[in-house]
């Protein structure tokens, strides 16, 4: 299993990033798949995710600001993250978890929030 995210950078308050994940090894369509960040100095958080049928969730934190959404044809997810604040600011993991034991994660991207 291999998830490589992309995307991230500094953006100013308001702004708009839109993260990716390539993923391989696995059956992707049939995954549901996840988004997680680290800000700095703070424990994981669960951003958002999407099912094998579509349906997403997300945290409180991002809803309504935040569009998690998967290509099957491309074996990739993607995080639209929209009206961005400092809070946001954290290294961005894209997640997939085979069982509840057995989670596999992506090397993560820096995003930045920040004027």
């Known amino acids: 299993v291999q998830l490589v995210e992309s995307g991230g950078g500094l953006v100013q308050p308001g702004g708009s990033l839109r993260l990716s994940c390539a993923a391989s090894g696995f059956t992707f369509s049939s995954s549901a798949m996840s988004w997680a960040r680290q800000a700095p100095g703070k424990g994981l958080e669960w951003v958002c995710g999407i099912y094998n049928d579509g349906m997403t969730y997300y945290a409180d934190s991002v809803k309504g600001r935040f569009t998690i959404s998967r290509d099957n044809a491309k074996n990739t997810v993607y995080l639209q993250m929209d009206s961005l604040k400092p809070e946001d600011t954290a290294v961005y993991y894209c997640?997939?978890?085979?069982?509840?034991?057995?989670?596999?994660w992506g090397q993560g991207t820096q995003v930045t929030v920040s004027s």
């Open positions: 997640t997939m978890a085979e069982s509840p034991i057995r989670v596999y």
